[in-house]
């Protein structure tokens, strides 16, 4: 289109604001508009953004004060907020910032193309209900624009929890499963288009439980299904939650060729006292016995988790009992934060630990999880892994793309190509990465 406006959008947070922002982009198509990388040139910038921790929130107020002279010298611009802080803050966006023109939360992007329709008239749009129509189905089909060979594609979305700190469940609403046969075409679709590797995504993947015609389809099943299409060659899904985790989807690990040796599985903590005020339903023990079941399924699956300290009524005591739990699963890989206290949720109440206190966990969890990721990359040296290729390398002549554990790995190309699945075998390691040849 020669007068396509341009649409610039800035994604924070989880991968389902990724699958989010794609979406978004492709419901303003008809609309007129087309994604550009470079922010000096759009119509309309789109800030897609996370509320998880405090400081996750205000990022977003922090860059839209940098928009601020950007807009000043281009009145037409159009600043539009999506996403959690847009659906926890709504017209206090605007308040805070006039210039705001759009705020949409995450269950309402379908209705996009009317409130964008709205900003042509000089009117602003906000919209955070909880419709009850289905987004995915009024969204327009996925476009068949070329894109890399990993997508991401959402499943299920909400979460029914409750976990004493988060603020998903308010964010993103009542848990909701897609139906089955939606998946399946829009990943036959995504395939079509050059995708190699799905990736399911849900705040409670393996809670999945959508159907067609109220059969039930269980997370399991929908990968069976997946391991049916043709070049599609890898499946991973996340994130899980422990309570949902049932047989069949242990011993998929084991069986189906398709599905990635890969896990990750957040515990938050390693002391039942803690996850018991976490509202979390499962004690350490649990989780151990849970993750025994993987190994036994599949022994060279990598774990990886997500970890709080410092929440509310956290001891020593129970901060050693999470360093004691990560000794023993041994994590390929995993995510640490600092409690944040979110407004509005249970824990939020509470009486708080000492900053410094958290300062010295956060490091010391962070130190235990970075020598057990090392640890594990070392241990890949000789071995032979596959890789899926995603895009061109840093260095000259290089590509990179992961493995079956989901390590980066770059390599000299030789006559690999991207979305190509070859054989590799590992012959270092860097911090976040391993670098290996082509077999
Ligand atoms: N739905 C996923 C992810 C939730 S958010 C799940 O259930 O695991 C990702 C991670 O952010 C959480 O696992 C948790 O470790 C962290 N998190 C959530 N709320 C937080 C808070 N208030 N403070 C600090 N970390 C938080
Ligand atoms: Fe948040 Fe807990 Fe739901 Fe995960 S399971 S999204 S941490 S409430
Ligand atoms: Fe953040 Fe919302 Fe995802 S709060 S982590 S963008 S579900």
């Known amino acids: 289109m020669a007068d396509a406006k341009k649409l610039f959008i800035k994604t924070y ?25 470079d922010m000096a040139e759009a119509d309309m910038i789109l800030l897609n953004t996370c509320h998880i921790r405090e400081k996750a929130a205000e990022k977003v107020y922090s860059e839209l004060g940098r ?39 995450p269950q309402s992007y379908h209705r996009l193309p009317a409130m964008e329709a709205r900003l042509r ?31 991401f594609l959402t499943v299920q979305e909400g979460c ?23 998946i399946l075409r829009e990943a036959q679709e995504l395939v079509e288009r050059g995708v190699r590797e799905i990736t399911l995504l849900g705040q409670n993947v393996n809670a999945y439980h959508g159907g067609t015609d109220g059969d039930g389809w269980s997370l399991a099943r929908l990968i069976w ?19 949902d985790m049932d047989e069949a989807l242990i011993e998929a690990h084991g069986t189906c060729a398709k599905l990635m040796p890969y896990l990750h599985l957040p515990v938050q903590s390693g002391s039942d006292k803690i996850l018991k005020g976490m509202n979390r339903k499962h004690t350490a023990d649990d989780y151990l016995r849970l993750i025994e079941r993987f190994r036994a399924a599949r022994p060279d699956i990598l774990l990886s988790s997500d970890f709080i300290v ?33 407004p509005g949720t249970p824990a939020a109440e509470r009486a708080p ?46 590509l990179v793309g992961k493995s079956d554990y989901l390590h980066a790995v770059h390599v000299a190309r030789g006559d690999a190509k991207v979305g190509d699945v070859r054989r590799v075998r590992i012959t270092g390691t860097e911090r976040n990465s391993l670098g290996g040849v082509l077999l």
Do not use: W
């Open 310 to 342: 410092g929440f509310p009524g956290e001891t020593d005591a129970d901060f050693e009992a999470t360093l004691a739990l990560i000794e023993e699963v041994r994590y390929g890989q995993a995510y640490s934060f600092k409690y944040s206290s979110r």
């Open 13 to 37: 947070g989880c991968q389902m604001n990724v699958y989010d922002s794609e979406r978004m982009a492709e419901a303003l198509g008809p609309s007129g508009y087309e994604t550009t990388t």
């Open 225 to 243: 299904a997946l391991n049916d299409i043709d070049r599609l060659e890898r499946i991973r899904f996340t994130t899980s939650h422990p309570n």
């Open 67 to 105: 928009l601020k002279p950007l807009h000043d010298a281009k009145p037409d611009l159009k600043i539009a907020v999506a996403g959690c802080v847009a659906q926890a803050e709504g017209e206090e966006i605007m308040r805070r910032q006039p210039m705001v023109d759009l705020v949409v939360g």
């Open 353 to 398: 630990v000492d900053e410094a206190v958290m300062d010295e966990r956060l490091q010391r969890v962070q130190a235990l999880l970075t020598s057990q990721q090392h640890e594990i990359q070392r241990g890949m040296i000789g071995r032979d892994v596959n890789v899926l290729f995603e895009k061109e390398g840093r260095l000259e002549g290089q």
């Open 121 to 151: 008239l000089g009117e602003t749009a906000l919209d955070t209900d909880f419709p009850e129509e289905d987004k995915f189905e009024l969204l327009p089909k996925r476009v068949k624009l070329a894109r890399g060979p990993s997508a």
């Open 160 to 182: 029914d929890k409750f976990c004493a700190f988060c603020v998903v469940p308010y964010t993103r609403g009542a848990e909701v499963s897609r139906p089955a046969d939606r």
